[in-house]
């Protein structure tokens, strides 16, 4: 990236850590599902600093950029690595959620036994240095071990921090959390071909923009990244695409927390149509909206246009009271229907995701509700989540101020595990009802009922065979989320968490190879079996066109009907007071002037 011949090679080891699955070991695949955008981002400012030698033109840079995800740490090869250059260079472990913190903590602990720099930055650490007064035992402890803390963006700050890391006078927190940076004319989020080779589809990602407008108390995203959008200018957006394409990349997850309400959707969804329909780049997009984006003139036509083919939508709960509860007013139930019926007319595979354990939840409420899910709205795919008390949101912020108890090891803030009480649920009732959940939303009769909307609305049935195949697996074969899942579990003998022991070689490998035989076993099973149920959508579909209440078209009538409207006071609270503020914007009704003859 530099000049050749220099003296000096700084070493730059950018590390996305994993976390533990439950029985101490890395989550890690052979192909993982999720690009690590973070990476990207940083991997990008990296390599944007090495070719303009901020270092000075005597020293070139050895970057490398990992996920652990999909790729073994190898700890020793680093610290011999870093020693062959006389400690000349750093290791950062970038994008840190609060799951991954803890595996975070367990690589940076031996390298700074051997003397290398380490810096830890991501969700984590700048939530909490954002949300709490005071810090956190967790914080504390990576410092007294000498971790420099990055709080905030790196965008403008990266030169500072590989300065310091040469010269070997890295700061201990790096707090920029009051002095958001703006994207435009940034370097662009970019990862070698081979590190975006390890992800299923060879995916790649990048934020078109960051921060949020809304003000959910679950949310980290809006005390990181703040509440006022920042973006990436559409030109930004095309450089990026055709740098990827050249590459052979083509497919990108954008992870705007919700792309709607970028300022610039419309002027960047034109520029990938034009690169589509003009050029034949055929760019395939996942993104992230909320659930009124269908409000906004033409968003989703164009999204179609610009080779949106998955969208992710915060459903969160079709209880009114519940999303009041988490200040998730911009949810209106009334609209569920409309947005994923304009969505279903689109071709786009729909995902939601479903937060289970809202104050007003009960195992008896969460089960009714998803079988009104099933009947009445066409999604595809719900996953599920516990509600969780993030570090960096509000709600966490509350339960640690008012000294309420939650879970200390942040291994479990996966969204997949209890970690604080809930008022009408034990901690049995509320992780059975999470268990019970996905059975009863994947059953092989709503499976088979997916399939035949997607039949009726035109939907590619092998696209939607392979999506529903992970989300109806995952959990129950592989035991993680399927956000979490990838192509082939990978588990080395060593790779287990500290205090846990190392299994002896003569009882790990027989396990192992067991347990990759017995699920590959029920992976094939289970794809046959929602295979046949594909072909059998089909066939019905080619006799004679399936439709049932979920693809009917919406009528003002059915708040009066259907169960999501009327299954509880609370509903049809939501719905009297909804209608109540769409009466009030619309205001009277204007008197008609007739012109005499």
């Not at 959008?229 to 919700?258: Q, Y």
């Not at 009445?376 to 339960?399: C, R």
């Amino acid at each position: 990236m530099a000049a050749t011949g220099a003296a000096r090679r700084f070493q730059l080891v950018l590390i996305k850590p994993s976390h533990y699955d439950d029985d101490g070991y890395v989550i890690q695949w052979l192909r993982s599902s999720i690009p690590a955008n973070s990476l990207a981002c940083v991997h990008a400012l990296a390599a944007d600093a090495a070719e303009r030698q901020v270092l000075g033109p005597d020293v070139t840079f050895d970057i490398t950029a990992v996920d652990e995800t999909n790729t073994r740490i190898r700890v020793d090869e680093i610290v011999a690595r870093m020693k062959r250059h006389g400690g000349f260079g750093l290791v950062g472990l970038v994008g840190v959620q609060s799951n991954q913190f803890p595996r975070a903590m367990d690589i940076a602990r031996p390298l700074r036994a051997a003397g290398v720099p380490v810096m830890i930055g991501g969700f984590h650490v700048s939530g909490q240095i954002a949300m709490l007064p005071e810090r956190p035992a967790d914080l504390q402890e990576a410092l007294e071990l000498g971790i420099s803390l990055f709080a905030g963006e790196a965008e403008g700050r990266m030169d500072r921090v590989l300065a310091d890391a040469a010269a070997g006078r890295l700061e201990p927190v790096y707090d920029y959390m009051h002095d958001l940076p703006g994207l435009e004319s940034a370097p662009v989020p970019f990862l070698p071909r081979e590190t975006v080779g390890r992800v299923f589809d060879h995916h790649a990602s990048f934020d078109a923009g960051r921060g949020c407008p809304f003000q959910c108390s679950f949310c980290t995203i809006i005390n990181v990244q703040g509440r006022k959008s920042r973006r990436r200018s559409p030109d930004d957006v095309e450089a990026l695409i055709r740098r990827h394409w050249a590459h052979g990349i083509k497919r990108f997850f954008i992870t705007d927390d919700n792309f709607a309400r970028n300022k610039d959707w419309e002027a960047i969804f034109d520029r990938i149509i034009r690169i589509r329909e003009q050029e034949g780049i055929d760019v395939r997009l996942v993104i992230q909206v909320d659930t009124l984006c269908h409000k906004i003139e033409n968003f989703i036509e164009k999204a179609r246009r610009a080779g949106v083919t998955r969208v992710f939508i915060g459903l969160e709960n079709i209880n009114p009271a519940n999303l009041m509860a988490a200040n998730k007013r911009q949810n209106k139930i009334t609209e569920y229907r409309k947005m994923l019926l304009a969505w279903k007319r689109a071709g786009v595979l729909t995902y939601a995701g479903y937060i289970l354990g809202f104050p007003g939840d009960t195992p008896d409420s969460i089960r009714a509700d998803i079988e009104i899910i099933k009947r009445e709205l066409p999604l595809d795919i719900l996953e599920f989540f516990f509600l969780t008390p993030l570090p960096g949101s509000e709600d966490h912020k509350a339960l640690w101020t008012t000294g309420v108890a939650m879970d200390p090891d942040m291994n479990k803030y996966d969204l997949e595990h209890v970690t604080t009480a809930h008022p009408k649920m034990s901690k049995a009732e509320w992780e059975a009802i999470y268990r019970e959940a996905w059975e009863a939303y994947y059953t092989p009769a709503h499976a088979l009922t997916i399939f035949r909307r997607g039949a009726a609305t035109g939907m590619g049935l092998s696209r939607l065979l392979a999506v529903l195949f992970v989300f109806s697996a995952a959990l129950r074969i592989e035991k993680v989320h399927p956000l979490q899942v990838g192509g082939f579990r990978l588990k080395h003998r060593r790779d287990r968490r500290p205090g846990l022991p190392i299994e002896p070689a003569w009882s790990f490998y027989p396990r192992l190879a067991w347990e990759i035989a017995s699920k590959h076993a029920q992976m094939v099973k289970h794809w046959i079996d929602l295979d046949l149920l594909r072909r059998r959508a089909k066939r019905e579909q080619a006799r004679r066109p399936y439709t049932d209440l979920a693809l009917t078209p919406v009528t003002e009538e059915e708040t009066e009907t259907l169960a999501m409207f009327t299954h509880s006071e609370d509903a049809r609270r939501g719905v009297a007071h909804l209608r109540k503020v769409e009466a009030l914007t619309r205001g009277p009704p204007q008197p008609q002037i007739v012109a005499a003859e």
